[in-house]
Each structure stands twice: as C-alpha cells, then as structure tokens.
C-alpha cells in the first residue's frame, strides 16, 4: 500500500511540473550611464566616456522558451557634450540633450534560462533592438555658431537600430539581476538638437546598464 501511495504521489508531481514551462512575462528595470558621440565631440571615445549622463529603463517581455525572448521597453536619459576643439567651426558649445525611447528587442539567451533556476543559474545574451530616439535639447547662448548653423527646437525624432550584449544571473525562482551594454546607430543628426550642412554622417548612442527581473511564469 505505501508503494502505491508513493507512486501515486512521484506520478502526482511529475505531471504538475510537466505541465511548468520556460514561457514567462518578465518585468525589467534597470538603470546606468548614456553617453553618445558624434559631430559635438568629434567621435572621441575618451570624450564619450568622460561625459557620460544617467538613463533609467523599463520593459515587458514575454519568454517564449529557454533561448528566445521578445520585449517593448521604455528609456529616459540625457547626454552632454562640449566641445572645446572647434569641431565642425564650433567652440564652447555645450550639447545638453533629454531623450524618451521606446524600443522593441529581441533577445537570445547563450544557455538554456528559465523556470528550473538551479541549472544555468547565469546566462550570457545579445539582442537586436529597433527605436525610436524623441529628444529635446538646450543651446548656449553666450557663444557665436557659425551663420549656416540650424536649429531644430522642441521635440526632434531620430529612428535608432542596433543592439548589444549582457548577461544575467538568477537569485530566485523568479528573481534576476542583468548588466548590458547597446549600442545603437540614429542617423539625421537630431539628437544633438542642431545641424549644419556639412555634417557628415548621423550619431552613436551608447547605453551601459544595471538592473533587475522579475519573471512570471505560464503553463503550458
């Protein structure tokens, strides 16, 4: 009789775990450092990371199994630069710029990730992720732009594409932490917030960030 009962019980079990699945909703939130380069900076790296600015980031996902997942996320940030150079004829001209983005990603995991927690407890990632870049900018006053300057004031638009990698670890069942880096492209020189002819080529917008998931798990 209590080999039955234990049958019963082992078949029980397995067929209430058989039913769990790698399908989740994840909630995302994070937060670190943006910073850009392009024509106010002159491309320089150095520049990019010694005038870096804070962004925070929300996002929904859904997990569709253990490698892929698919997610709508929302970012607010700034960036800044000056330009002491005379890049492109200006000199003393401070670049101070707020974006909203709203992205969609496509994400895949490098190891199996999902429900059962105690196997590959740390997975590494890459995505790709299209969106749209509204910015607002302000402009110095107290210095001369050169006469074919073009101001493009209140909200500018900017399409942005590109994509990156990170990694993430488990601490729960359900809770994760993540560390990621994007790059993304936006061409149309709009999120510096002003423009002259012979500007060549559009921005690079760099993201670095830190932050948690939380995964809800579906059945099948």
Do not use: C
């Amino acid at each position: 009789m209590r080999t039955t009962y234990l049958a019963l019980a082992l078949a029980f079990s397995a067929s209430a775990f058989a039913q769990r699945s790698f399908q989740a909703v994840t909630l995302r939130g994070g937060f670190g450092s943006s910073t850009y380069a392009g024509d106010f900076n002159g491309g320089s790296l150095a520049s990019a990371a010694s005038e870096a600015r804070s962004h925070g980031a929300l996002s929904l996902g859904f997990q569709m199994n253990s490698r892929w997942d698919v997610s709508a996320g929302l970012a607010y940030g700034s960036i800044y630069a000056l330009s002491t150079e005379g890049v492109n004829g200006f000199t003393g001209i401070d670049v101070r710029s707020t974006y909203l983005q709203p992205s969609l990603r496509l994400t895949n995991y490098a190891l199996p990730y999902g429900r059962y927690w105690k196997r590959n407890g740390t997975s590494p990632y890459w995505f790709a992720q299209l969106s749209s870049v509204v910015s607002q900018s302000q402009y110095a006053t107290n210095v001369p732009y050169p006469g074919d300057t073009e101001f493009h004031e209140g909200s500018n638009y900017s399409p942005a594409y590109g994509g990156g990698i990170g990694v993430i670890h488990r601490m729960s069942e359900h809770w994760s932490w993540f560390a990621e880096g994007i790059l993304q492209s936006l061409p149309g020189d709009r999120l510096e917030g002003f423009t002259r002819p012979d500007q060549a080529g559009g921005d690079v917008l760099l993201q670095l960030r830190l932050g948690v998931q939380y995964a809800i798990y579906t059945w099948d």
